[in-house]
């Protein structure tokens, strides 16, 4: 256990159907950053916040997707009118200051039917 | 941008040293890290290597750093059942966020 909790663990959706996940970092990690898995890849960036800014996006993150860290402390990550290429393993991390340990969840694995 | 290559399987018997090899494009990486990702579950990190080090040892863990050759190492030795997972090599990707670049992962297999 790394400290980092993400909920729900599982989700299964039909397309169409909006989602929101929430990742919940290590207390005092001022830094998060969303990943998404696809099966067999390694995890891709999607966003990052600095306490509660957003200061990058990925191109992967579409229009469908939201994120928000509303009070620098946990994050939600929404998206609207799944797709089945949404479906993977979203993964969030979180580190401190300058430190360039990231810790990651046990993820919200999605399966949009 | 950073692109970080591994192979995709390896298969050692319980007892050997196992070794996940990583090559990456960026030089200017501070950092580069090797995760652990057993079924269903998220990642762990196992270890770091600061880039101007050659080699870092932990427990039955050594990873070796290549500048020259931007190749990266993971040996652990006497593999264990228990370390039967993906690995996973990542490197900073330069910019101000520290976001990481992943390889495809590394499937360790180890057989009894």
């Known amino acids: 256990d790394t400290g980092v909790s993400q909920d729900p663990r599982h989700k299964i959706t039909k397309r169409g159907q909006n989602v929101t996940f929430r990742c919940d970092p290590i207390?005092?990690?001022?830094?998060l950053y969303w990943y998404r898995q696809t099966l067999g890849q390694g995890p891709e960036f999607l966003t990052y916040?600095?306490?509660?800014?957003?200061?990058?996006k990925s191109r992967l993150l579409s229009d469908r997707f939201s994120a928000e860290r509303p009070k620098g402390s946990f994050s939600t990550l929404e998206i609207q009118r799944t797709e089945q290429g949404d479906s993977a393993m979203y993964l969030c991390?979180?580190?401190?200051?300058?430190?360039?340990?990231?810790?990651f969840g046990p993820g919200t694995r999605l399966t949009v039917t | 941008g950073e692109d970080v290559e591994q192979s995709l399987f390896l298969s050692v018997r319980e007892g050997d040293s196992s070794v996940i090899n990583c090559t990456y494009t960026?030089?200017?990486?501070?950092?580069l890290y090797w995760y652990k990702q057993e079924p269903g579950a998220g990642l762990q990190l196992l270890t770091y290597?600061?880039?101007?080090?050659d080699m870092k040892q932990d427990q039955r863990l050594t990873v070796l750093l290549n500048k020259k050759d931007k190749h990266l190492s993971l040996r652990i030795a006497d593999t264990q059942t228990g370390d039967s997972a993906i690995y996973f090599c990542?490197?900073?990707?330069?910019?101000?966020?520290?976001?990481?670049?992943f390889g495809t992962g590394t499937l360790l297999a180890v057989q009894p």
């Open positions: 991390a979180s580190t401190q200051g300058s430190s360039y340990e990231q810790y």
């Open positions: 207390s005092e990690h001022n830094r």
């Open positions: 916040f600095q306490n509660e800014a957003q200061l990058e």
């Open positions: 960026d030089s200017s990486s501070t950092y």
């Open positions: 290597i600061f880039s101007n080090m």
């Open positions: 990542a490197s900073p990707d330069g910019g101000a966020t520290n976001k990481l670049i």
